[in-house]
């Protein structure tokens, strides 16, 4: 009887202990999908080559901010006379690009020629390239706020005509800067209205307490209802990273939305700024504001 109660209990004992495993391995699971997360959406990488370039073209000028944060890095370009106040274009780059790989592409692309009469200003987020710190959310928005104080300040900025765009997943900041600051218009390209559903359209299982596993939110949705100046938005039907619907979400959370410009020809993610009508429109919106 004894012998039978032993093994009873030895049985229990090891269910116990499974459990206890099994729960382990899925917390640890957890904790591991949640900080992979970090690898899995930042790609920061530098291009050497590019800021050597950059440094022997007369009409760009390195830029530094201390926001005591972080220390920034970017790139200034002149339009215009470095002395005339100008109207100023703040780019928030996509994922895995840096500042002077994205400059010294629309310089030699031409593509700085569709912002005419526009100043352009591209600085790298914190833990990008040269800039330092860290990537969290209060990090990214002291950063933004940053660059767009430096912006204004310079003696090269019409501190009444400035524009904001931000490309893929960093519009979510580029959303934020224009809630947070005065801004005449802002460009969003392949933007979307928050990180669940951008996990969802991936794998379609953040729901109730999944959505736990989701690391970050960029609640760019959150921040549009505060958006004084008018918005444009730049889509594709055949976005294969953010499904054009995410687009069409966060344009309803606008105030002075404008319109929605979704493209049909077979524009894949990485194509926007290699596109004629893309260029163009931004093209249009831009000299619409000097009006």
Known sequence: MNKEKKSVKTKNNNKLLTCIFVLFVLILCCFIFREVQRFIFFHPWNNEAAYEQLKEIPDLEEVNIDNNWDNLNGWLYYNNQKWEKSPLLIFFQGNAQCSSNTMLSFWTQWILNYFSWYNVLIV???WYWYSEGSIWEKAMFNAADAVYQRAVKQNSVDPNNIVIMGY????????????????????????????????????NIFYGPMKLLAKYRFDSLSYAKNVDSEVQIITSYNDETINYELSQNL?????????????????KHNNYFHQERVLDTIKEYLLERLK
């Open 124 to 126: 790298d987020y914190p």
């Open 168 to 203: 893929s997943i960093w519009t979510w900041i580029a959303t934020y800067c224009a809630s947070n600051n005065k801004v005449n218009w802002l460009i969003l390209i392949a933007p979307y209205d928050n990180a669940l559903n951008l996990y969802n359209s991936v794998l």
């Open 251 to 267: 344009l309803e959370g606008f105030k002075n939305h404008k319109d929605i410009v979704i493209l049909d020809n077979w524009v």
